[in-house]
C-alpha cells in the first residue's frame, strides 16, 4: 500500500524505493496504538511524496506507466500531464483515480472533510484537463 501510493505520485521506481523506506522510518518513531493504522500510515506516504515533488527539480518522469488498458502512447500523454500537476493534485488523482479509494477513505488519509476532497477533486481534473489541452491540443 505505500509502494503503490508513492509510486502513483511520484512514478519514478528508484526514488519510490527511498522514499518508502523514509515513511517506514517515520512510522516507526511515530506510532502511537490508538491511530488507525491503514490511513495514518498512508497520510505519511502522501505526504512524504508531496515534500519530494516541492522539492526535486527537474519533475522526474515515471519509469513505467500503471494504466495497462490504455494504448502506450496514451499513457504516456497521461504521464506527461500528469507531471505538470501540483503535487497536491497528482495526489489526489492518485488516491482516487489510480487507487479507486473513497472520499472517505480519502479524507482519512489526508486528514480533511469529505467535502474537501471532492473540491481538490474537481481542481485537480481542472488542472488536467488546462494541462491536456495546451500539451495535446489536437488530441
Known sequence: MVYRTIK??????????????EVFLKAVSRFETSQNFVP????????TAIDHLRRAKPIELPDTLPM??????????VEQTLAHLEPQDRAILN?????Q???????????????TVGSRLHHARQSFKHYWSKLWPEE
Open 8 to 21: 502513483g505520485i511520484i512514478g519514478h521506481e528508484e526514488t519510490t524505493a527511498d522514499l518508502v523506506q
Open 40 to 47: 495514518w500510515l498512508r497520510s505519511i506516504a502522501v505526504r
Open 68 to 77: 495497462a488498458d490504455q494504448d502506450l502512447d496514451q499513457r504516456i500523454m
Open 95 to 99: 488516491l482516487i483515480v489510480g487507487q
Open 101 to 115: 479509494l473513497s472520499y472517505q477513505e480519502v479524507a482519512d488519509t489526508l486528514q480533511i472533510p469529505p467535502g
